[in-house]
């Protein structure tokens, strides 16, 4: 469980459209994603239609949290003010044992430990009274 | 049989304004002054023009230009074309259809971009209200980037070039061959703003780590300045002055799904690998023909991995490919001639294609190709759009 954070400084996600959905479980700590009930595909980002089969029929099924690091990038210049107290930041592409692939801040993991297909699990950042923000850590 | 739009639609003028850091002029007035050149480089008046094709946020609007220029008769217009920086090359293919198909005559293509002193792309999420980000991406990086902490094209391309280097084994020297062949080339070019600016190989591995896997000399220069493509039919380039530039083949491409990267199977499978083949196809030419390639240098790694979307190595080879001074003057294959984003200045792939006409023409005095009889140029954008034209004299 990760603490309440009143001094979170980054950036707040826009919640448009179908994403409100998804961030409605990430409050909760819980990470969902679209799965298609006509073919049972998972899918992520949000969106309205099955790209496999076509059907606008889903449910939003609960993700293992786990996966392995496809890429990532770290940040050393902030761009940003908001980000001037975060950098170094990396930021990973983590494939999910769903299939599905995701960006996130990655956590309590340094830099340099960080390899394609490193183990690891979501973490959630409480960002603001309505939104907690998905991360991920190294697993083990 | 020969691809219908092979061949049919040439560069017939190109012009430019001068490539500074800071300017006093608005990005509508450098468009027009470029445009003015490019018409007087073609021989013909506005009054000829029937067709504009120009991108939004990279060029004014095409009826702003229509009106500035006196365009009266105005009956092709294009206001956004696809992928920021792949809009460019794309627009020479929206152009040339609409000239083969007789929906115009004359088309105008202006970029004027004040990457410097006006809003930068390193302000997405600040100044720039991501909600107003043209195409599909502003959604994606309001929602799931952005409070990531990505949210700039040097973070969405770096988990690209970190899988590709990871994959490969791709040294930072690889990279830095291009950022130096850039600068060598710059060099040779009166309009390039790093012109007399020195690089060496050492200075570019010592140069620091902005967002790894990018050193600041693997990104692209931000800009302000213009410029601007006139294109016509094959039969009415006869009757102008300059040398006719064809397009030869032409094509775009987008990798899948087109508003994510997160959810690509294969992150190295870009707009290009699709769209290149096509070009080459419709071309009726092989890489090894090529005399130069102007390939968009928004960062270097990105002409890595473009070079082996184009065919000219094969996946994963690139690395290699560009050692010995292959891609510089006097090499296998000259890339950014010019010297490109990163040494040239940032027209959002504009250059690139004047470039790749002046090379053809054998306008470039101590930079010209020797013999350029055919040549490539693409474009890249957003988030790895992809366009391509095979150019020939
Ligand atoms: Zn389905």
């Given at each position: 469980?990760?603490?309440?954070?009143?001094?979170?400084?980054?950036?707040?996600?826009?919640?448009?459209?179908?994403?409100?959905?998804?961030?409605?479980?990430?409050?909760?700590?819980?990470?969902?994603?679209?799965?298609?009930?006509?073919?049972?595909?998972?899918?992520?980002?949000?969106?309205?239609?099955?790209?496999?089969?076509?059907?606008?029929?889903?449910?939003?099924?609960?993700?293992?949290?786990?996966?392995t690091v496809?890429s990532w990038i770290t940040v050393v210049?902030?761009?940003?003010?908001?980000?001037?107290?975060a950098v170094p930041y990396s930021v990973v592409?983590?494939?999910?044992?769903?299939?599905?692939?995701?960006?996130?801040m990655l956590q309590d993991t340094a830099p340099e430990a960080l390899r394609i297909g490193m183990p690891v699990?979501?973490?959630?950042?409480?960002?603001?009274?309505?939104?907690?923000?998905?991360?991920f850590k190294k697993s083990g | 049989?020969?691809?219908?739009?092979?061949?049919?639609?040439?560069?017939?003028?190109?012009?430019?304004?001068?490539?500074?850091?800071?300017?006093?002029?608005?990005?509508?007035?450098?468009?027009?002054?470029?445009?003015?050149?490019?018409?007087?480089?073609?021989?013909?008046?506005?009054?000829?023009?029937?067709?504009?094709?120009?991108?939004?946020?990279?060029?004014?609007?095409?009826?702003?230009?229509?009106?500035?220029?006196?365009?009266?008769?105005?009956?092709?217009?294009?206001?956004?074309?696809?992928?920021?920086?792949?809009?460019?090359?794309?627009?020479?293919?929206?152009?040339?259809?609409?000239?083969?198909?007789?929906?115009?005559?004359?088309?105008?293509?202006?970029?004027?971009?004040?990457?410097?002193?006006?809003?930068?792309?390193?302000?997405?999420?600040?100044?720039?209200?991501?909600?107003?980000?043209?195409?599909?991406?502003?959604?994606?990086?309001?929602?799931?980037?952005?409070?990531?902490?990505?949210?700039?094209?040097?973070?969405?391309?770096g988990?690209?070039a970190t899988?590709?280097v990871q994959?490969?084994g791709?040294?930072p020297?690889?990279?830095?061959?291009?950022?130096?062949?850039?600068?060598?080339?710059?060099?040779?070019?009166?309009?390039?703003?790093?012109?007399?600016?020195?690089?060496?190989?050492?200075?570019?591995?010592?140069?620091r780590i902005?967002s790894y896997p990018f050193r600041?000399?693997?990104?692209?220069?931000?800009?302000?300045?213009?410029?601007?493509?006139?294109?016509?039919?094959?039969?009415?380039?006869?009757?102008?002055?300059?040398?006719?530039?064809?397009?030869?083949?032409?094509?775009?491409?987008?990798?899948?799904?087109?508003?994510?990267?997160?959810?690509?199977?294969?992150?190295?499978?870009?707009?290009?690998?699709?769209?290149?083949?096509?070009?080459?196809?419709?071309?009726?030419?092989?890489?090894?023909?090529?005399?130069?390639?102007?390939?968009?240098?928004?960062?270097?790694?990105?002409?890595?991995?473009?070079?082996?979307?184009?065919?000219?190595?094969?996946?994963?080879?690139?690395?290699?490919?560009?050692?010995?001074?292959?891609?510089?003057?006097?090499?296998?294959?000259?890339?950014?001639?010019?010297?490109?984003?990163?040494?040239?200045?940032?027209?959002?792939?504009?250059?690139?294609?004047?470039?790749?006409?002046?090379?053809?023409?054998?306008?470039?005095?101590?930079?010209?190709?020797?013999?350029?009889?055919?040549?490539?140029?693409?474009?890249?954008?957003?988030?790895?759009?992809?366009?391509?034209?095979?150019?020939?004299?």
């Amino acid at each position: 469980m990760a603490s309440q954070s009143p001094q979170y400084k980054l950036p707040l996600p826009a919640r448009i459209g179908l994403a409100a959905e998804f961030y409605r479980y990430c409050k909760e700590h819980e990470l969902r994603f679209q799965r298609c009930t006509g073919c049972g595909a998972w899918r992520h980002l949000p969106r309205p239609m099955c790209g496999e089969c076509g059907s606008f029929d889903y449910q939003w099924a609960r993700s293992s949290g786990r996966g392995t690091v496809y890429s990532w990038i770290t940040v050393v210049q902030p761009l940003l003010p908001a980000f001037n107290d975060a950098v170094p930041y990396s930021v990973v592409l983590v494939d999910m044992e769903e299939g599905v692939r995701m960006v996130a801040m990655l956590q309590d993991t340094a830099p340099e430990a960080l390899r394609i297909g490193m183990p690891v699990e979501v973490v959630f950042e409480d960002a603001a009274a309505e939104i907690a923000l998905p991360r991920f850590k190294k697993s083990g | 049989m020969a691809h219908f739009l092979k061949d049919k639609a040439c560069v017939v003028g190109v012009g430019e304004t001068r490539y500074t850091r800071g300017t006093d002029t608005t990005t509508l007035q450098d468009a027009l002054q470029a445009s003015a050149r490019a018409l007087a480089d073609a021989g013909l008046k506005p009054h000829d023009i029937d067709g504009i094709v120009s991108n939004a946020g990279l060029a004014p609007a095409p009826e702003t230009l229509a009106a500035n220029l006196g365009v009266r008769e105005l009956r092709f217009a294009v206001g956004n074309t696809v992928g920021g920086g792949a809009g460019a090359c794309a627009g020479l293919q929206i152009a040339a259809t609409a000239i083969a198909c007789g929906l115009a005559r004359n088309v105008l293509m202006p970029v004027g971009w004040h990457s410097y002193s006006g809003l930068r792309v390193r302000k997405l999420g600040s100044e720039v209200d991501l909600a107003t980000v043209p195409g599909p991406i502003g959604a994606t990086i309001a929602d799931f980037y952005m409070p990531q902490g990505a949210f700039v094209p040097a973070h969405f391309y770096g988990w690209m070039a970190t899988r590709y280097v990871q994959e490969y084994g791709v040294r930072p020297e690889a990279a830095g061959a291009v950022a130096l062949a850039a600068r060598r080339h710059a060099h040779l070019n009166p309009l390039a703003y790093m012109r007399g600016r020195t690089l060496t190989l050492e200075d570019y591995l010592n140069s620091r780590i902005v967002s790894y896997p990018f050193r600041l000399n693997d990104c692209c220069l931000e800009t302000d300045g213009a410029c601007a493509i006139v294109m016509t039919s094959a039969q009415r380039a006869r009757d102008l002055p300059k040398t006719p530039v064809y397009i030869s083949g032409c094509a775009e491409g987008h990798p899948y799904p087109d508003d994510d990267f997160g959810a690509r199977t294969d992150l190295l499978h870009i707009g290009l690998t699709d769209a290149a083949p096509k070009a080459f196809e419709m071309a009726q030419v092989r890489p090894a023909d090529l005399d130069f390639a102007q390939v968009y240098d928004c960062f270097t790694y990105v002409v890595l991995i473009e070079l082996e979307a184009l065919g000219v190595c094969g996946r994963g080879e690139a690395g290699d490919f560009v050692r010995g001074g292959r891609i510089e003057l006097g090499g296998d294959l000259p890339i950014l001639t010019h010297g490109g984003l990163l040494s040239e200045a940032h027209l959002a792939g504009a250059s690139h294609i004047v470039e790749a006409v002046r090379q053809l023409r054998h306008e470039c005095g101590e930079r010209q190709v020797k013999d350029a009889e055919v040549g490539v140029v693409t474009g890249w954008g957003d988030f790895g759009d992809g366009s391509i034209a095979i150019l020939r004299r």
